[in-house]
């Protein structure tokens, strides 16, 4: 019988970074993985390869409306949908090797198996009908989310898909029904849109993006709306029926009232994720979960269950696998007796459409409901002189900042490149720095984060370029 300091059940970006700092740590460790691959929903039907879409639909957008004003004459572009599935798969492939060399350079066992926990220090490994006893001193509970499921909409994952199925669809759809204006669904939504969907998004909420600023919200609506997005926000989808030609949607007011029926060729279900924790044995372990089937954790990622920890999508807080992987770097080092930590307040969240939306920190909406005075500074990417010559100029970055001490609260960017563009502001906040620190710092010419700089400057009305 193996025995470890650490088994870690998950390989996501929050299992497999866990793993792999325990072993710097000098920890034996494993990690045990369902799925064929590593690397977890992030790297084979998440975040990874979404981004491979939404980059190679934006190149053939660009090669189809930007690139004759560039003076670049080509011929209009032809989509060849297979060849753009493989460049996906290419880039999956290539990030789960590398998942899989991390755990041969830090010498990490890797056990295919579903997990369960039968209690403190104790993990079964089941596979092809076979399953052995793995005794180790530390558990890390890291198997992530799945797709949350709507009522009486049964995914097929071919007509009705969630985000999975929407990652490999086998032809445009003509008509793409969204439901849902969260990050995953504008994304996804966003890259059928280009490759020549006509996309309806349908949101319960009255607003696109919940949890962000609203002002971004709002500004980024009209963005999508002209390039082609339809929304039917205060609204909820309650079933579709499908005959041969089409999905028949049926949608109603979200407060009531009559209902309509919306023609599709493939409806998509966002609406957002669910922790994922069947077959563990957490109930019968002692392992306790919260009203919202998550995990319930102490200040320290420990579970009610001694020697047994969570983190990731599986606990609360925002489902980011950059908020895991922080998770995983803490909790190794708290098992190995250091002062591991996650610093909750300053954790950027980014939407990937074009142009991409980012932010970091508190939104107004959530300084004006603590009660806390706040200063704003703005600056359009319509007076910065990059994104002026390269004609990408929608957006604007936005600052908040302490009325007092002026220490930046929140920073929220919509944009080209927005993405890229938080982290100095995440930093900044890291060191609790000022809007005038971030508005003294040099920043190179001509660059898109000089707005950031100048947006800084406005927090105290002295912006040059506006």
Not at 27 to 36: D, G, Q, R, S
Not at 64 to 70: I, L, R
Request: with cysteine.
């Amino acid at each position: 019988m193996a025995t470890y300091d650490l088994v870690v059940i998950g390989t996501g970006p929050g299992g497999y970074v866990c793993a792999v700092r325990a072993a710097q740590l000098g920890m034996k460790v494993a990690v045990v993985e369902k799925n064929a691959t590593l690397g977890g929903t992030c790297l084979n039907v998440g975040c990874m390869p979404s981004k491979a879409l939404l980059h190679a639909s934006e190149m053939f957008e660009e090669a189809g409306h930007s690139f004759a004003k560039m003076g670049v004459s080509v011929s209009a572009p032809k989509l060849d949908l297979p060849a753009m599935m493989n460049f996906k798969q290419q880039g999956i492939d290539g990030n789960v090797k590398g998942v899989e060399f991390l755990m041969k350079k830090n010498k990490i066992d890797v056990l295919k198996g579903t997990g369960k926990i039968l209690g403190t220090g104790k993990v079964e490994v089941s596979a092809d009908g076979k399953a052995q006893v793995i005794e180790t001193k530390n558990i890390v509970i890291a198997t992530g989310s799945d797709i949350a499921r709507l009522k009486g909409i049964e995914i097929d994952e071919k007509r009705i898909v969630s985000s999975t199925g929407a990652l490999s669809l086998d032809k445009v759809p003509g008509r793409l029904l969204v439901i849902g204006a969260g990050v995953i669904g504008l994304e996804l939504g966003s890259v059928w849109r280009r490759l020549g969907s006509e996309v309806m998004v349908v949101e319960f909420l009255d607003r696109v993006l919940p949890g962000m600023d609203g002002e971004v919200a709002r500004q980024f609506q009209r963005m999508l709306e002209k390039q082609g997005f339809a929304f039917k926000l205060g609204s909820k989808v309650t079933g579709v029926e499908a005959n041969s030609k089409a999905l028949l949607a049926k949608i109603e007011p979200a407060a009531g009232g009559a209902a309509e029926t919306i023609e599709a060729d493939v409806v998509l279900v966002c609406i957002g994720r669910t922790p994922y924790t069947d077959g563990l044995g957490l109930k019968e372990a002692g392992v306790a979960l919260d009203a919202r089937g998550r995990v319930q954790i102490d200040p320290h990622f420990a579970t009610s269950l001694k020697g047994v920890y969570a983190i990731g999508d599986v606990v609360a807080g925002p489902m980011l696998a950059h908020k895991a992987e922080d998770e995983g770097v803490a909790v190794a080092e708290i098992i190995a007796g250091q002062a591991g930590h996650v610093n909750y307040d300053v954790i950027p969240g980014v939407v990937y459409t074009t142009p991409e939306v980012s932010s970091v920190g508190k939104t107004e909406e959530e300084l004006k409901q603590a009660g806390v005075a706040y200063t704003v500074g703005k600056f359009p990417f319509t007076a910065n002189g990059r994104s002026k010559v390269n004609q990408t100029t929608d957006g604007f970055v936005k600052i908040l900042a302490d009325a007092k001490t002026d220490r930046v609260l929140g920073v929220h960017i919509v944009g080209r490149e927005a993405g890229e563009m938080i982290h100095e502001a995440c930093v900044l906040m890291e060191f609790g720095g000022s809007a005038e620190d971030l508005a003294r710092t040099c920043h190179a010419h001509p660059t898109r984060s000089e707005a950031v700089k100048e947006a800084a400057l406005a927090v105290g009305k002295r912006a040059i370029h506006m």
